[in-house]
């Protein structure tokens, strides 16, 4: 059994999934972040590949955000999603708490619940999470809630058919931009080996606009994700915002049917910063959905314990200059991903309160990334 479960005799009963719906959209008129769709429909299509990997070629490069569409998985199962959510969100605390995420450890799996502190605002932080890794025979022995036990089935189906669909070719695509052989990216984050990636349930429960105002007052929480890529489902609550080149915060616009997507900070290790990690946060949302609660479903890649963080042989980035002697020579030892993901997890999570942390930075064998933004 992995660390941090907690054995308990709890109810066993089959737990009733309602059917979730989108809230309503936003009235208030909102900057929106211009953010290009990369239709996947498109990616076996004669010459489809070449000219998708044109089209993401700066989304990837300078804006690190991007939307995807026409990847195949129906808004049905999106919203089963949603609701499966839901239902958990909805559980006693005490079923819960029976598995949760060991961040002492840096294990991201199990749940969060919004148990830290901001500062000394007297305010807490509003986040409940599950997060459910990878069917695969290395994780067998992870724990899972009630609720998941209960349909992991259906789960599991909905996670590998997300990297098959979504997450691998969108590898591929990035690997013809670097000019690597086109399964370079995929086989460094196999969907069959060790990682630590997760489909993720998550909840942003309402505040007053007094607790949003004393929260962000303390810290704004911009931050870039620690792994390779994370995916987010359209769920209508405004709230979502990048920093632009310019150093503008924009919004995120929901799009129907689409998948908001962005790069994280190991895909920009393994390219020495050619692939850009986005720096977001989540704001106070509209006055007209403030009192909705914000429900998340996300996934995140993250590169393994056979990926090694070392800048990737691409002809392109040889050229522009971004790989050294150094970067070139594989004799020199280096962290892998799982180790670097789990270093970042542990720093960040294993803790009660969440402190400042503007202008500082979180290192790990050679590996450095600022750690919060105004």
Known sequence: MAPGAIVQDLPTEKVTIKPWTRPTPTKEKLDWAPLVEIDLSRFDQPGGKQELAKQLYDAVTRVGFWVVVGHGLSDERVLRQFSIGNAFFKEPLEEKQSFPCNFAEGEYFGYRGNERWIGDTGVKDNVEMLNVPKPIPEWDDVPRHRLVRQNYEEIAQFHRDLYENVIRKLFVLMAIILELPENYLVDAHAYDKRSDDHLRYMIYNTRTQEEWDKAQGYTKGGHTDFGSLTLLFSQHIAGLQIRTSDGEWKYVKPVDGGITCN????????????????????????????????????????????????????????????????????????????????????????????????????????????????
Do not use: W
């Open 263 to 374: 790069a994280a900070d190991t895909l920009s290790f393994l390219t020495n910063g050619f692939i850009k990690s986005t720096i977001h946060r989540v704001v106070t949302p509209p006055k007209d959905q403030i009192d909705v609660p914000r429900l998340g479903l996300l996934y995140f890649c993250r590169p393994g314990d056979h990926t090694v963080m070392k800048t990737v042989p691409s002809p392109l980035l040889d050229r522009l200059g971004l790989l050294s002697d150094e970067d070139k020579d594989q004799s020199k030892p280096a962290a892998t991903g799982t180790e670097y993901v789990r270093a970042r997890v542990r720093d960040v999570h294993h803790r009660t309160v969440i402190d400042r942390r503007e202008n500082t930075s979180f290192e790990f064998k050679g590996l450095k990334v600022p750690n919060y933004y105004q």
